[in-house]
Every structure is written in structure tokens, then in C-alpha cells.
């Protein structure tokens, strides 16, 4: 198949199906206003499979199970997976001066358990789950014994096995301080690829998992929710906080961006800072 013989751009039509079938397998309101987007995303998909048309295309996505590979390669070309280390600095001063220090406390009161459960959801490449790795790394130096599981997911299996090859880009690491950045990564192709060391992979693991869907794990006290719900209409966000709800203790906190729209469909949940929610006991 040459790129020649490739249709130029998705129909209306067909767009709006595209659109509905975005929703249904992942939350996520597409904009009919972005066909030149998607047919430029999905051309990729026609070169890779040899199917000729979109149309065709979507007949054979329809005609799979969407745990078929060409799902998740669909899915990686229509989701956004932007992310780097230390995002939002706010949220990660807060988990360093507030959060962290407080447990660490608790803990040596006797008041709670050293471990720390942290689901990161929707963690694209797992930026988020090594910045909370690198935190409490720093947070716990003098403090030892702890168990620190945190769990990064996200529905696109690419993102899923960048995140477990634990490789950064120059890019993704330009917002780590630089004393951090030696102790915890190795650059290991230079001025460009910086891999986290053992001492942060061994807290962390990483799944494959739709939001829409409910999570078989372990509650967790903290989950961090951001830039994701973004691209969610409410039913979604509804969906998706119930099963988030059930994955957290009671007194355990949700951190949601900013953005996320989800402050005022909460219920339950005590609010601390705009992005910062406490789940109150049923
Ligand atoms: C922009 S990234 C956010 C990464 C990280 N949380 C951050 O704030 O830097 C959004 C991620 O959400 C994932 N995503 C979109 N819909 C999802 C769904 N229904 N279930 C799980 N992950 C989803 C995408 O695959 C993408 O990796």
C-alpha cells in the first residue's frame, strides 16, 4: 500500500462515528471539529495495517475485541499522552512539605502503618509515579522500614511499556532539580536519555487499565487524577470517580488537576485545596 492510494481526510460521516466510538471504548469526547487531526493519527494505522480506506478501517476495529493489539495501537494514535517529571510543582511541594511529612509522624506515633499505597491514573509514560517515587525517596532518608507500593496505569499499552522501560527524554526530565536528577537517574545515552534507577523502580509497577472500568487493587491513601478527565464529558467523569472512590481509604485523599472539572460531581469527599479532596467514611 503506497501513501498515494491513501484517502486524504476522514468523511462527516464517518467522523461522527469515529467520535462515538472514541467515547465508548474510553471516556474521551473527540471534537467533529478535529478530522484533520484524526485522519493524519489514523493514516499511520491504514499504512501499518495495509487496510486502504477509513471506512474499512473502522468496520475492521469494530469486528475486534478491543483487547486486540490493533486496538491499543488505535488507541495510543487517538489519546494524548503528554507528561513530564515534576509537572504542576504545587502538588509536589505539597506531597514533600505537607503530605509525606505528615505520615512519616503518624507513623512514628504509632498512629498508622509505615507503608504507602499511590495509585498514579491515567500515568501516561509514568512521569507521575517517578516523581512521587523521587518525593518520598527524600521524604523517608532518615526514616527507614516503610513499604511504598505505587501503581501506574493507563488504557495505552505504549505508554504503558515506555513507563516500564523508565526512560526520560531530555524533555521529561528538564523540571527535575539537579541534585535530584544525578541521585536517582543515570544518563544513559548522552544529552538525551536519562533512565530512573532501582531505587525508584522498585517501588513501582505499572498495568494496563481503562478508567471506565473498575480496578482490581488494593485501596489506596493517595491517587493522583490529572489531565485526563479534561477530555471527559460528565457521565464519563462520573463513571470514572466511582470506581476511583472505591480505591481509596477512608481519610485517604484524591488529587485531581486543576483543570479537571470534577470538583462539583465529588460526593464524600471533603475538599482541601481546589485540586485536593479527602474521602469522608461512608
Ligand atoms: C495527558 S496524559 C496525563 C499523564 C499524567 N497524569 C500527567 O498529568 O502528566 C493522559 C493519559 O490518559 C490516558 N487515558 C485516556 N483515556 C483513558 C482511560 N479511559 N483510561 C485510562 N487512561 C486513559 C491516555 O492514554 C494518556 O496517557
Not at 259 to 280: I, M, N, T
Request: net charge positive.
Amino acid at each position: 500500500m503506497t501513501t498515494a492510494t491513501i484517502q486524504s481526510e476522514i468523511g462527516d460521516k464517518l467522523m461522527q462515528q469515529f467520535v462515538a466510538l472514541i467515547y465508548e471504548v474510553t471516556g474521551i469526547r473527540i471534537s467533529e471539529q478535529k478530522k484533520a487531526l484524526l485522519s493524519n493519527r489514523l493514516r499511520r494505522r491504514l499504512r501499518a495495517t495495509g487496510i486502504v480506506s477509513f471506512d474499512a478501517y473502522y468496520k475492521h476495529l469494530k469486528s475486534l475485541k478491543t483487547d486486540h493489539d490493533e486496538w491499543d495501537h488505535f488507541l495510543q494514535e487517538v489519546t494524548t499522552h503528554e507528561t513530564y517529571l515534576f509537572r504542576d510543582q504545587q502538588h509536589w511541594t505539597w506531597l514533600e512539605k505537607n503530605y509525606l511529612p505528615e505520615m512519616i509522624a503518624l507513623a512514628s506515633k504509632g498512629k498508622r502503618q509505615r507503608s504507602l499505597r499511590i495509585w498514579s491514573a491515567a500515568s501516561s509514560t509514568g512521569d507521575e509515579a517517578y516523581t512521587t517515587a523521587v518525593c518520598i525517596s527524600q521524604a523517608l532518608l532518615g526514616s527507614p522500614g516503610w513499604k511504598v507500593n505505587i501503581v501506574g496505569t493507563d488504557i495505552g499499552i505504549g505508554a504503558i511499556e515506555q513507563a516500564n522501560r523508565a526512560e526520560f527524554s531530555l524533555r521529561a526530565m528538564r523540571l527535575v532539580p539537579a541534585e535530584l536528577k544525578s541521585k536517582y537517574f543515570t544518563e544513559t545515552v548522552p544529552d538525551t536519555t536519562w533512565k530512573a534507577k532501582p531505587a525508584l523502580t522498585s517501588m513501582i509497577r505499572f498495568r494496563q487499565h481503562n478508567l471506565l472500568e473498575p480496578l482490581a487493587e488494593m485501596p489506596f491513601d493517595l491517587v493522583f487524577l490529572k489531565n485526563v478527565m479534561i477530555y471527559f464529558d460528565d457521565t464519563s467523569k462520573l463513571r470514572v470517580l466511582a470506581h476511583i472512590r472505591k480505591q481509596i481509604v477512608p481519610g485517604g485523599l484524591l488529587l485531581a488537576g486543576a483543570a479537571e472539572g470534577v470538583s462539583d460531581l465529588l460526593e464524600g469527599y471533603k475538599r482541601l485545596q481546589p485540586w485536593l479532596f479527602q474521602k469522608l467514611p461512608s
